[in-house]
């Protein structure tokens, strides 16, 4: 059977993620500016409709258990039942009495998703249609964390990267960018930002451990070359994944100790983003473990808020940072 383009009524919250995840994950037309929406939604079907399936089935074999063992229904109306009430879950979850089903998604299938599409057409549909089915599919997967969409729509890479942390194989990937970097790396492990925004690959390059976004990744080959890891890079790797895999890390980089004024300690609450755990607390006093490069980023903004103790590289960072703002301001303010 051959299809014209799908259209699914999704809700706007639905609709204003996939757009989201689009433009996110890099999903981009040749001017790499527009959001290649139907790349996108190609490539979510195809890493995403079988887990969907078999989420959608232990579903299904829940249901029918407990109405096998609180009722004496014949198997096919026990059947019917659980089919009904999956869709009605289904359709619930989607929307809620304000959301409507008023945003419009739609996507043409490709040779990789056309089998994909005619399987569930002919098999998977039961009292809903192939639009329902799809909006089910991707309300489903809305409501994932954004990470846990990265792993989804990048499951080829990410599945294959994990093979190769598993036996602790050297990979040879490709970047997602401009030039199709190429490089060899040894992967070590998966870390998800604290935010739950992105799923980070932690890797060895030439003796320099380092980070990137699984969205990033456009391929990746195993190579018949094992991976090595000192004790201080395998400190350094789980440094990273304690306290936020997307900083720059060195290797001994010491505590940084901090005091905070009361107002300063109000700010330290209030603003989540990158905030850098604490290994301590006495009074008003905080020491880290985690990057440099998280508490200049993160302390920056706090001004007289905070006077960092030690270590002295710390002071001289936050130092260098407010006189290029103040340069940068007073540049700006004479044009």
Not at 267 to 294: G, M, V, W
């Amino acid at each position: 059977m051959e299809y014209e383009k799908i259209k699914i009524y999704v809700t706007k919250r639905v609709a204003e993620i996939l757009e989201k995840d689009a433009e996110t994950f890099e999903f981009l037309k040749s001017d790499n500016i527009t959001p290649n929406k139907n790349a996108f939604l190609s490539t979510l079907i195809k890493n995403y409709w079988l887990q969907y399936r078999k989420e959608q089935s232990e579903l299904n074999s829940s249901i029918q258990t407990i109405l096998k063992e609180n009722t004496t229904l014949p198997e096919l109306k026990i059947q019917d039942i659980s089919s009904l009430i999956i869709a009605k879950f289904n359709k619930d979850t989607a929307s809620n009495i304000i959301d409507k089903f008023d945003s419009i998604v739609s996507f043409k299938p490709t040779k990789e998703t056309q089998s994909i599409v005619d399987y569930i057409d002919e098999y998977m549909l039961q009292n809903i249609s192939l639009s329902e089915y799809f909006r089910n599919m991707f309300t489903a997967y809305t409501t994932l964390p954004q990470d846990m969409r990265a792993e989804v729509v990048f499951r080829t890479q990410y599945e294959a990267l994990s093979d190769a942390i598993k036996n602790a194989k050297t990979v040879f990937i490709t970047l997602k960018n401009d030039k199709q970097t190429k490089m060899e790396i040894e992967p070590f492990a998966f870390a998800r930002s604290k935010e739950e925004m992105h799923t980070y690959l932690l890797y060895k390059q030439i003796n320099a451990c380092r980070s990137m976004k699984l969205y990033k990744i456009q391929s990746v080959v195993a190579l018949d070359k094992k991976t090595n890891f000192s004790p201080n890079e395998i400190s350094l790797f789980n440094k990273m994944r304690t306290y936020g895999p997307q900083f720059f890390y060195e290797f001994n980089e010491q505590d940084v100790v901090v005091r905070l004024t009361k107002r300063g300690q109000q700010l330290y609450h209030k603003i989540y983003i990158h905030r850098p755990i604490p290994a301590k607390i006495e009074n008003d006093i905080f020491t880290f473990k985690c990057s440099y490069i998280q508490i200049v980023q993160y302390f920056s903004r706090f001004g007289g808020e905070v006077e960092i103790i030690s270590p002295n590289r710390v002071k001289d960072m936050i130092f260098t940072f407010h006189n290029s703002y103040i340069i940068k301001n007073k540049i700006d303010n004479s044009n």
